[in-house]
């Protein structure tokens, strides 16, 4: 049996729709121990 490591994801609101777009630009695909950011910003329904 293999252990498997955690997904790792979280959930960040933000009140200001710029500071969401900001801190896309600014985090999506950087690296954080070894393992690449990636940021979705949620689509409205």
Known sequence: MTARE???FGFIQYFD???ASDAK???DGKML???EIVVV???KT
């Open 25 to 27: 630009y600014h985090m």
């Open 33 to 35: 121990l070894g393992r």
């Open 17 to 19: 729709p710029e500071d």
């Open 41 to 43: 910003l949620q689509r």
């Open 6 to 8: 955690p997904r790792g």
